[in-house]
């Protein structure tokens, strides 16, 4: 058993249904939604024994990390950089979104270990985004710190591409 | 004088003996700093910096 980095299924079936909103945008012919606000996305911490992957839908505790300081169902992501999208040609292009600061558990002792975090909406019931896994850790009285990739087209945490 | 929050409240820095380590893949690049104390693990903190995240490619199918 095992994580595995991906995108979530169901976060691209959202994505077409507009069931999430990772920034806001203004909206036509959709009555109160058109001055929307900005979902709250968090960031939760998981043990290298469980098992999320492209077929996680929603936020579960079964798995996920507990010990001092580690409030379940992890931390709010910070998210002051809304979606962006660019055309690389005529026929493709990349739509990226990262969260605008580093994801961090303070003072916390986790001491079984953990190699994944999972972004999902709490906004929207919890569902899924994405899965993102790192070398095996532990962390004893002291800080877990994730730092995110640069915001561009190529190395974004979130990116949706055509080619 | 540094203070470092242990497993046994916050201790002088000079106190412990400090180890580090690092780890750098295509996924991350990663530090952690641990203190000891008398051969016991007192403070391990971790810095992960991710280098990307997954891509999700997307195409529109035709009607040919």
Redesign the interface.
């Given at each position: 058993m095992a994580n595995t980095?991906?995108?979530c299924t169901s976060f691209?079936g959202d994505l077409l249904v507009g069931a999430q909103q990772l920034g806001t945008v203004t909206l036509t012919s959709r009555g109160s939604l058109t001055a929307p606000t900005t979902d709250t996305v968090k960031a939760a911490l998981y043990l290298a024994s469980a098992t999320l992957n492209a077929s996680t839908t929603v936020y579960s505790s079964t798995g996920e990390v507990s010990g001092t300081n580690y409030v379940a169902g992890g931390v709010t992501v910070t998210n002051a950089t809304a979606p962006t999208s660019t055309n690389s040609s005529t026929t493709a292009g990349v739509a990226y979104w990262?969260p605008s600061a580093s994801i961090v558990y303070t003072?916390v002792?986790l001491t079984t270990a953990f190699d994944c975090v999972f972004l999902y909406n709490s906004t929207q019931g919890n569902k899924a985004i994405?899965v993102?896994?790192?070398?095996s850790?532990?962390?004893?009285?002291?800080?877990?710190?994730?730092?995110?990739?640069s915001n561009t087209t190529?190395?974004?945490?979130?990116?949706?591409?055509?080619? | 004088m540094a203070l470092v929050n242990t497993t046994k409240g916050e201790m002088d820095e000079s106190l412990l003996e400090k180890r580090e380590g690092s780890l750098d893949n295509d996924i991350e690049t990663t530090t952690w700093t641990e203190y000891w104390l008398d051969g016991e693990l007192v403070h391990r903190s971790v810095h992960v910096s991710l280098k990307t995240g997954p891509a999700l490619f997307a195409e529109a199918a035709s009607f040919d």
């Open positions: 980095q991906s995108m691209m990262t003072n002792t994405s993102h896994t790192f070398g850790q532990t962390v004893t009285a002291g800080t877990f710190t994730l730092t995110m990739p190529s190395t974004a945490l979130i990116r949706l591409a055509t080619t | -």
